[in-house]
């Protein structure tokens, strides 16, 4: 009940709608990062919700659905692995972020934005909550979208590129995924400009 007391506290100072805002995807050295924005109706509680690293794969998934059926509005961005070494994870991100605002059918009044730092470009007023996924039901939200699509588009990678096995690790840096690139070389989703990648760049033909 906190996270939904603490976006109550906004709507109480008579703040118009709120959307909370969470990526997916900075840390991998593989694959998009994903930014979502979820607007949801005032006074709605969705049991069991909670940061989507909190919760098991399967919570995960039942509760897409139920945040997609429930919320007002939603949008939803992807930025390629190909974007990310040309502008940077930081800004990367920031750009997923903007665009998922930008794609909700209403401009919202106030985005909470998990973490510490603004968002250059934003139409709208912001607020940083660091660990707001834990803190904030929208932000909540929106760490589940988030990291749920993002994963299912890492299953998809795993059947173009099935030697990385990205269905297991999601692209992040295991063991076993630097193994790999020391095996094969680099694929056409990974981030070039990521430690140890780019270690890997010249040692094979990208498969």
């Given at each position: 009940?906190?996270?939904f007391?603490f976006?109550?506290?906004f709507?109480?100072?008579n703040?118009?709608?709120?959307?909370?805002?969470?990526?997916?995807?900075?840390?991998?050295?593989?694959?998009?990062?994903?930014?979502?924005?979820?607007?949801?109706?005032r006074?709605?509680v969705?049991?069991d919700l909670?940061?989507?690293?909190?919760?098991?794969?399967?919570?995960r998934k039942?509760?897409?659905?139920i945040i997609?059926?429930k919320?007002?509005?939603?949008?939803?961005?992807?930025?390629?692995?190909?974007?990310?070494?040309?502008?940077?994870i930081?800004?990367?991100?920031f750009?997923?972020?903007?665009?998922?605002?930008?794609?909700l059918?209403?401009?919202?009044s106030l985005?909470?934005i998990?973490?510490?730092?603004?968002?250059?470009?934003?139409?709208?007023?912001?607020e940083?909550?660091?660990?707001?996924?834990?803190k904030?039901?929208?932000?909540?939200?929106?760490?589940?979208?988030?990291?749920?699509?993002?994963d299912?588009?890492?299953?998809?990678y795993?059947?173009?590129?099935?030697?990385?096995?990205f269905k297991?690790h999601?692209?992040?840096g295991t063991?076993?995924?630097i193994?790999?690139?020391?095996?094969?070389?680099?694929?056409?989703?990974?981030?070039?400009?990521?430690?140890p990648?780019?270690?890997?760049?010249?040692?094979r033909?990208?498969?």
């Open positions: 009940m906190n996270l007391s976006d109550k506290s709507y109480d100072k703040v118009g709608l709120i959307a909370g805002v969470d990526e997916s995807g900075r840390g991998p050295l593989a694959g998009p990062v994903v930014a979502a924005a979820v607007v949801l109706p006074g709605l969705i049991p909670n940061d989507s690293k909190q919760l098991s794969e399967k919570k039942i509760l897409f659905e997609k059926e919320s007002l509005f939603y949008g939803v961005e992807f930025i390629d692995s190909g974007t990310i070494d040309k502008v940077n930081l800004q990367a991100t750009l997923a972020v903007c665009y998922a605002v930008a794609k059918r209403e401009r919202p985005c909470l998990d973490g510490n730092r603004r968002v250059p470009g934003l139409f709208c007023e912001q940083t909550v660091v660990g707001g996924d834990s904030s039901a929208s932000i909540a939200a929106a760490s589940v979208l988030a990291k749920v699509l993002r299912k588009v890492m299953l998809e795993s059947e173009l590129y099935p030697v990385y096995d297991k999601k692209g992040y063991k076993e995924h193994e790999f690139l020391r095996r094969y070389g680099v694929s056409p989703i990974h981030r070039l400009s990521f430690y990648v780019r270690d890997y760049i010249a040692s033909p990208q498969v």
